[in-house]
C-alpha cells in the first residue's frame, strides 16, 4: 500500500467513525418545526412556551410551532408519523396521543411506537379530585360514603369522551359503587364553571383549578394522583394517603420524532430538552404552572410508553369507550 493510499484510508475511517459526532454537533442548522395537536392554551403549550427561548438559545436555532389540531390529537401525529425522519420534524403530544388513542378509535391511522419514535418527556400534569363545595365531604372517606348513598345520582364531569380525566373519573366512580354519571364538555374551561356550578359534583383535573378557584372557596381538592404530594398544594394529600383507589392517572406531555430519525439528532434534543427542564428556574415556572418537569431519556420514555399501553387498553376496554376520527 503507498503513502498516499494509506492515508486516504485513515482519513475515511475517521471520517466515518466521527461522522455521527460531527452531525451531532452541526444539528439543527435550520428552525425544526414542533406540530402540536392541541388548541393554543393546551397544558403542553404552556409548558412549551415557558422554556422555548431556552430551547432555542441552546440548540441554536428557532422551533416554529404549529398548530394541528382535531380528532382528539390524531391529525396532528399522524401528520409528523408521516413526516420526513430527518429531525425537523417533532410532535409534542401527551399521554392520549402516545398512548390512549390507539385503543380508543377505530381507524387511528398510525401506530405509536412502530411510526414515532420517542424524544423526551417534556412535564407530568398531575391530576388533582376536585369536588364542588356543596358537596359534603371534607376529605376522599366521607365523599366515597356520600357517593355511595347517592349512586346513580350525582355527575362527573371530563373535557371530552376518551381523555385522561375521563377514563379515570369512570374508574373512580366504578370503584366508589357509585354509578356517577359522565357530561363531556368541550374543553377544561366549561367542566370547570359545571363545578362551581355544582352541575356536575366531581372533576378531575390540574393544578390551574386549584391556584383559581381554592383561595376564594369556590373548590375542594381531595387528592392530588402522584407518588408524592404536589409542593404548590402541600396540605392536599395523595391519593394513596387519602385511601383512595389507585385508579386515576395524570396526563403528561413529550416530544416524539417520525421512526427512522437519526439517533444523534434524537440525543442531542433530548439532551438539551433534559439540561434546560433541570434549570431552577425552570422547575420554580413549572411548579407554578401545576407541571413537573419531564426526566426521561429517549429509551425511558419508549418504555414509559409500552408500559403504559396496556393499562390503557383494559380501561378504555371497560369503559366501552369507542371514538371515531
Not at 98 to 105: A, E, K, R
Not at 150 to 170: C, D, E, I, V
Not at 214 to 238: H, I, N, S, W, Y
Not at 294 to 309: C, N, Y
Request: proline share 8%; hydrophobic share 45%; charged share 15%.
Amino acid at each position: 500500500m503507498t503513502y498516499r493510499t494509506c492515508a486516504v484510508s485513515v482519513l475515511l475511517a475517521w471520517g466515518l467513525a466521527a461522522s455521527p459526532l460531527a452531525a451531532r454537533a452541526q444539528y439543527p442548522d435550520h428552525p425544526i418545526r414542533v406540530v402540536l395537536p392541541y388548541a393554543p392554551g393546551a397544558a403542553g403549550d404552556v409548558a412549551m412556551r415557558q422554556i422555548q427561548p431556552l430551547l432555542e438559545k441552546r440548540l441554536g436555532q428557532p422551533l416554529v410551532v404549529d398548530y394541528k389540531t382535531g380528532a382528539g390529537g390524531n391529525i396532528g401525529a399522524l401528520e409528523v408519523a408521516r413526516a420526513k425522519p430527518d429531525g425537523y420534524t417533532l410532535v409534542l403530544g401527551a399521554t392520549n396521543n402516545f398512548v390512549i388513542n390507539q385503543f380508543l378509535y377505530r381507524k387511528l391511522g398510525f401506530d405509536p411506537l412502530a411510526d414515532l419514535e420517542p424524544v423526551g418527556k417534556l412535564a407530568d400534569v398531575p391530576a388533582f379530585v376536585y369536588v364542588s363545595v356543596q358537596v359534603p365531604a371534607q376529605d376522599y372517606a366521607q365523599f366515597a360514603q356520600y357517593a355511595r348513598a347517592q349512586a346513580g345520582k350525582l355527575n362527573y364531569g371530563s373535557p371530552g369522551m376518551g381523555t385522561t380525566p375521563h377514563l379515570s373519573g369512570y374508574r373512580l366512580s366504578h370503584a366508589m359503587g357509585a354509578g356517577m354519571t359522565h357530561i363531556a364538555y368541550r374543553g377544561s374551561s366549561p367542566g370547570v364553571q359545571a363545578l362551581l356550578a355544582n352541575e356536575i359534583q366531581m372533576y378531575i383535573g390540574g393544578y390551574s383549578i386549584a391556584a383559581a378557584y381554592m383561595p376564594q372557596g369556590k373548590v375542594r381538592a381531595l387528592a392530588v394522583a402522584a407518588p408524592e404530594r404536589f409542593a404548590g398544594l402541600p396540605d392536599v394529600p395523595t391519593a394513596a394517603e387519602a385511601g383512595m383507589p389507585d385508579v386515576v392517572q395524570g396526563n403528561w406531555w413529550g416530544f416524539a420524532a417520525p421512526k427512522g430519525t437519526p439517533p444523534e439528532r434524537v440525543a442531542r434534543f433530548a439532551d438539551v430538552l433534559h439540561e434546560v427542564l433541570a434549570l431552577p428556574e425552570v422547575r420554580q415556572a413549572f411548579l407554578a404552572g401545576g407541571f413537573v418537569p419531564g426526566q426521561d431519556t429517549p429509551a425511558s420514555f419508549a418504555s414509559a410508553w409500552r408500559r403504559e399501553a396496556p393499562q390503557w387498553q383494559a380501561v378504555v376496554r371497560e369503559s366501552g369507550v369507542v371514538l371515531d376520527n
